[in-house]
């Protein structure tokens, strides 16, 4: 049986994980040793990719790729119209901050699902309300 998802996971939780000079290392690497049920978008992993081929390089890109299809219990779920239009209205309300697209991918979600707590350094991801993981 799944398990029920208890937190939104976002490129930084990722990149801090992976990163052992990171800052948050040592709590993203003990959250993910024995993850809850944990859900992300398709953007995030863009954006992680991304991150490792400018950083470091393909080889390392495509490790990320790797660890990402291999992390259980992580869910992660594609980005369709009502979710990118959901988002760019979050865009819309939050036009003040320097929110990504997937920034808000991520804040829509975690509405819609009434997820409460977010794997994320950035402080962008508790607009809502929503309980980084960070400040805890």
Same mark, same amino acid.
Do not use: N
């Given at each position: 049986?799944?398990?029920?998802?208890?937190?939104?996971?976002?490129?930084?939780?990722?990149?801090?994980?992976?990163?052992?000079?990171?800052?948050?290392?040592?709590?993203?690497? /003990?959250?993910? %040793?024995?993850?809850?049920?944990?859900?992300?978008?398709?953007?995030?992993?863009?954006?992680?990719?991304?991150?490792?081929?400018?950083?470091?390089? /393909?080889?390392?890109?495509?490790?990320?790729?790797?660890?990402?299809?291999?992390?259980?219990?992580?869910?992660?779920?594609?980005?369709?119209?009502?979710?990118?239009?959901?988002?760019?209205?979050?865009? /819309?309300?939050?036009?003040?901050?320097?929110?990504?697209?997937?920034?808000?991918?991520?804040?829509?979600?975690?509405?819609?699902?009434?997820?409460?707590?977010?794997?994320?350094?950035?402080f962008h991801l508790?607009?809502?309300?929503? %309980?980084?993981?960070?400040?805890?």
């Amino acid at each position: 049986m799944a398990k029920r998802i208890e937190a939104y996971v976002d490129t930084s939780a990722l990149i801090a994980f992976v990163d052992r000079s990171d800052t948050h290392h040592p709590l993203f690497r /003990r959250l993910f %040793s024995e993850p809850p049920g944990i859900i992300t978008r398709t953007l995030v992993v863009a954006e992680g990719h991304a991150w490792f081929l400018r950083r470091y390089d /393909r080889t390392r890109a495509l490790q990320f790729l790797s660890m990402i299809e291999d992390m259980k219990p992580l869910k992660v779920a594609s980005v369709g119209v009502a979710e990118q239009a959901g988002a760019v209205r979050l865009l /819309r309300r939050y036009s003040d901050q320097d929110l990504t697209l997937t920034d808000a991918v991520g804040l829509h979600l975690m509405r819609e699902q009434k997820i409460k707590s977010c794997w994320s350094t950035d402080f962008h991801l508790g607009l809502t309300g929503v %309980s980084l993981v960070i400040d805890k």
